[in-house]
């Protein structure tokens, strides 16, 4: 007869090659063990290779960030582009602290000359995805209140976001699910009006987002199979607006509320289609969106591969696309 060990080990999904999940709720991430890329590494004061700082910082009790400044900045009156980043990872792997996107950020940040956000949001299953998108709203609302004159009562005001950011250029960013995540984020802040009632989003970057539409084959892929295990079973399908933007119960794209978009997608992504992009890019004009928008295909390469290797040739002209998507 089975003990309740045997139970608790019991798998009851698995994203192969990813997670896997047992019985009792706990999430085995293995992936992890496959590349010191996704290994935890503390934030650094002095980067001598791109000359930038860094620090943590706690936003709520659930969310928190890593913080990246140019040392180059000498004074307050200096300010400086601001960037919001979401890491990838299928909304259920990744984190803002490991290796792989400490390093992206230090690049990133010195080429843009900006200082950037990068945030710690829950993962499901654990959580639910729609957690994720409050956590990342959370923090995005907490970069955006430095704006104001007053004074923060919460005492986690941040000085270097209060004295350095430029908030009239404030973009956001996200790789993966992080793309999904930016979508969602500048989705709401059109309904909102903003992110508060001073800053909105000035350009929103999509890297290869995590976005599963109808196309062929697509119910085989990993992204569409990741997608039925950590949602709930109401937004299990393709009928969901949460991973659909072009879903029939979607809200319209015109709604986005940001002034500037830049979408980039790779030719040979194992995940993400090109084809996926493609289509989010024609409903965003049929939809009457008045921004502007721009398109990356980038050539040759797989899924988010500026993260691998920032400081590869195609990385370095990507980054410095994003860079002077930045500064306007």
């Not at 990068?118 to 956590?135: F, G």
């Amino acid at each position: 007869m089975a003990n309740s060990n045997d139970n608790n080990n019991e798998v009851v999904a698995e994203m192969d090659g990813f997670y896997r999940i047992y019985k009792d709720g706990r999430v085995e991430r293995y992936i992890y063990q496959k590349s010191n890329l996704s290994t935890y590494v503390p934030p650094s004061l002095d980067d001598p290779q791109n000359n930038v700082s860094s620090k943590d910082v706690i936003i709520s009790p659930h969310v928190s960030a890593r913080l990246y400044l140019p040392k180059n900045t000498t004074n307050s009156t200096q300010k400086l582009p601001i960037i919001v980043y979401y890491h990838g990872g299928a909304l259920a792997l990744g984190s803002a602290f490991f290796k792989s996107y400490h390093n992206y950020l230090n690049v990133l940040v010195s080429e843009s000359n900006s200082i950037a956000i990068s945030v710690e949001y829950r993962l499901a299953p654990e959580h639910d995805v729609t957690t994720i998108y409050e956590d990342s709203w959370t923090a995005l609302q907490w970069v955006a209140s430095h704006a104001s004159e007053k004074k923060f009562t919460s005492g986690n005001e941040d000085l270097w976001i209060k004295n350095y950011g430029d908030f009239s250029r404030l973009s956001i960013i996200g790789d993966s699910a992080g793309g999904n995540i930016v979508y969602h984020m500048t989705m709401r802040a059109g309904r909102e009006g903003g992110i508060n009632e001073k800053v909105t989003i000035n350009g929103s970057i999509f890297v290869c987002p995590y976005f599963v539409v109808p196309i062929e084959n697509i119910e085989e892929s990993a992204s569409y199979k990741n997608w039925i295990i950590i949602s709930s079973p109401s937004e299990a399908g393709l009928h969901s607006p949460l991973i659909n933007p072009l879903a029939e119960n979607a809200p319209s794209l015109s709604q986005l509320g940001c002034s500037r978009m830049l979408l980039c997608f790779t030719e040979k992504d194992e995940f993400i289609s090109k084809e996926i992009g493609i289509r989010f890019v024609k409903g965003v004009k049929k939809s009457g969106w008045k921004g502007d928008l721009e398109l990356i295909e980038v050539e040759g390469e797989g899924h988010c591969f500026q993260l691998a290797n920032p400081e590869s040739e195609k990385s370095q002209e990507l980054i410095k696309r994003f860079a002077a998507f930045i500064q306007l």
